[in-house]
């Protein structure tokens, strides 16, 4: 059973769960993938709801919504998910099918988790390595693996439960 639920009831949720990993969930023509996330913002932008997602460029993720043009969050109700984010975040599914070794149903959301928001990519930006902080630059892109920043429309926000 959903459950909407507006985007600013959610704001609290997706900022608590970040630093533990939310599940960006991608899919093109059937070919599922998820990977975890500790980075996003949430936000009003061109007059919509928004979520940004930074993914770099290595990412099979990456290659999926560039295809696609959309993705979906789903958030963990607690952080009962440890194994599974963990997974999800060291494995690529160029590699490997993260669904199976995690025990998830192949769907567009993680529906052992119970808050999904659906996104539509409707801005991105490449990360410009001559504009950022030499401190950062330093830190976090030693081998020149940038992000590419999605700017998500949210389409759809919902809780799921059990029938
Ligand atoms: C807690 C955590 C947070 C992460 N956050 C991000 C992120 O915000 N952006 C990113 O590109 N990778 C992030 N990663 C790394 C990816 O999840 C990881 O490289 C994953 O294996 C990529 O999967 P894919 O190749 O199937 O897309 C994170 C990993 C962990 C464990």
Same mark, same amino acid.
């Given at each position: 059973?959903?459950?909407?639920?507006? %985007?600013?009831?959610?704001?609290?949720?997706?900022?608590?769960?970040?630093?533990?990993?939310?599940?960006?969930?991608?899919?093109?023509e059937?070919?599922?993938?998820?990977?975890?996330?500790?980075?996003?913002?949430?936000?009003?932008?061109?007059?919509?709801?928004?979520i940004c997602?930074?993914?770099?460029?290595?990412?099979?993720? %990456?290659?999926?919504?560039?295809?696609?043009?959309?993705?979906?969050?789903?958030?963990?109700?607690?952080?009962?998910?440890k194994?599974?984010?963990?997974?999800?975040?060291?494995?690529?599914?160029?590699?490997?099918?993260?669904?199976?070794?995690?025990?998830f149903?192949?769907?567009?959301?993680?529906?052992?988790?119970?808050?999904?928001?659906?996104?539509?990519?409707?801005?991105?930006?490449?990360?410009?390595?001559?504009?950022?902080?030499?401190?950062?630059?330093?830190?976090?892109?030693?081998?020149?693996?940038?992000?590419?920043? %999605?700017?998500?429309?949210?389409?759809?926000? %919902?809780?799921?439960?059990?029938?």
């Open positions: 059973m959903r459950v909407q639920v507006n %985007y600013e009831d959610i704001f609290k949720r997706f900022n608590g769960q970040l630093p533990e990993g939310i599940f960006l969930n991608t899919n093109f059937g070919e599922y993938n998820t990977m975890t996330i500790g980075w996003g913002l949430m936000g009003i932008c061109w007059g919509k709801p928004i997602v930074a993914v770099r460029f290595s990412r099979h993720t %990456y290659e999926l919504i560039e295809k696609s043009g959309e993705f979906t969050l789903s958030i963990p109700k607690n952080t009962v998910m194994k599974e984010l963990a997974i999800c975040g060291t494995k690529s599914g160029r590699d490997i099918d993260k669904f199976k070794l995690c025990g149903e192949k769907k567009d959301i993680i529906d052992k988790c119970d808050l999904h928001i659906e996104c539509e990519v409707i801005q991105k930006t490449a990360m410009d390595k001559n504009t950022i902080e030499e401190s950062i630059k330093n830190k976090y892109y030693k081998t020149d693996d940038y992000h590419m920043f %999605y700017f998500g429309a949210i389409k759809d926000c %919902y809780y799921t439960k059990e029938d």
